[in-house]
């Protein structure tokens, strides 16, 4: 799928390319980190934790973007074998719809099954019906395949609003952002994107790769494994929140 995948690096480029340093377009909403979510959680919070309490470990979420693709299934091969569950933010259009097994394998291997919208297309640029069908869409194709529909959203180039993020919470969909990228949009070198994440790697970070492009899922062993010598144990979005649990319309980022 080179022509999709040369149009989602396009548009990706244009924000990523200044890593972090996202806008918010127009949001007056403040963004929430994973760690002050855990913080602020009641004690009859019910968030359930993954392999260990990040309270008191030392966690990293792994996620990939803008998939299933080609590529998808032997990235599950490996996760299964290092026993690293991610979050996967998957885009319905020529996607899910065409790929359902591997949406079918990803849940059913215990990662996260998140919405990344249904045709890629920036949310902010949009009117609020078509903000709800690009999220909408995506949830209901997910749901007829897992039987679930999706808590987490990323919005694409990380541009949300007001209105998207009051959609989101309409939808019951918490929006998660990122603090670590290797653009691996611009690069098929798989020790520059390996480098790129372990040079930005934090505690309680959430990194941001993606399933669709050449190099990503060779660069992902070595990720793995120096982040396991570093300390870090891998887990889901939802695990790196506990016992707090995702509030839908919030915005999340390390």
Same mark, same amino acid.
């Given at each position: 799928?080179?022509?999709?995948?040369?149009?989602?690096?396009?548009?990706?480029?244009?924000?990523?390319?200044?890593?972090?340093?996202?806008?918010?377009?127009?949001?007056?909403?403040?963004?929430?980190?994973?760690?002050?979510?855990?913080?602020?959680?009641?004690?009859?919070?019910?968030?359930?934790?993954?392999?260990?309490?990040?309270?008191?470990?030392?966690?990293?979420?792994?996620?990939?973007?803008?998939?299933?693709?080609?590529?998808?299934?032997?990235?599950?091969?490996?996760?299964? %074998?290092?026993?690293?569950? /991610?979050?996967?933010?998957?885009? #319905? =259009?020529?996607?899910?719809?065409?790929? @359902?097994?591997?949406? +079918?394998?990803?849940?059913?291997?215990?990662?996260?099954?998140?919405?990344?919208?249904?045709?890629?297309?920036?949310?902010?640029?949009?009117?609020?019906?078509?903000?709800?069908?690009?999220? %909408?869409?995506?949830?209901? /194709?997910?749901?007829?395949?897992? #039987? =679930?529909?999706?808590?987490?959203?990323? @919005?694409?180039?990380? +541009?949300?609003?007001?209105?998207?993020?009051?959609?989101?919470?309409?939808?019951?969909?918490?929006?998660?952002?990122?603090?670590?990228?290797?653009?691996?949009?611009?690069?098929?070198?798989?020790?520059?994107?390996?480098?790129?994440?372990?040079?930005?790697?934090? =505690?309680?970070?959430?990194?941001?790769?993606?399933?669709?492009?050449?190099?990503?899922?060779?660069?992902?062993?070595?990720?793995?494994?120096?982040?396991?010598?570093?300390?870090?144990?891998?887990?889901?979005?939802?695990?790196?929140?506990?016992?707090?649990?995702?509030?839908?319309?919030?915005?999340?980022?390390?």
């Amino acid at each position: 799928m080179p022509s999709r995948t040369k149009s989602i690096g396009t548009g990706l480029a244009v924000a990523l390319v200044t890593a972090l340093t996202l806008t918010l377009s127009g949001c007056s909403m403040e963004t929430t980190a994973p760690g002050s979510a855990r913080a602020d959680a009641g004690s009859d919070s019910k968030g359930p934790f993954g392999p260990v309490d990040c309270r008191k470990a030392k966690c990293i979420a792994l996620t990939f973007d803008a998939g299933p693709a080609e590529d998808t299934p032997h990235l599950l091969d490996i996760l299964k %074998e290092e026993k690293v569950h /991610a979050t996967f933010f998957l885009l #319905g =259009k020529n996607h899910v719809k065409k790929h @359902p097994d591997v949406v +079918r394998r990803i849940a059913a291997e215990g990662h996260e099954v998140a919405n990344h919208t249904w045709s890629h297309e920036i949310l902010t640029d949009k009117k609020p019906a078509e903000i709800r069908a690009e999220l %909408e869409k995506t949830q209901d /194709a997910i749901e007829a395949i897992t #039987g =679930k529909k999706p808590r987490l959203m990323r @919005p694409p180039q990380g +541009r949300t609003d007001d209105t998207v993020s009051g959609i989101s919470k309409d939808l019951g969909l918490s929006q998660i952002l990122w603090s670590a990228t290797a653009k691996d949009y611009s690069t098929t070198d798989s020790a520059l994107i390996k480098k790129r994440i372990l040079d930005q790697a934090s =505690k309680d970070g959430i990194i941001l790769l993606h399933d669709i492009y050449k190099g990503s899922v060779p660069a992902v062993p070595g990720i793995i494994d120096e982040l396991k010598k570093r300390g870090y144990t891998f887990v889901t979005v939802p695990q790196l929140m506990a016992p707090a649990e995702p509030v839908p319309g919030t915005i999340y980022r390390p």
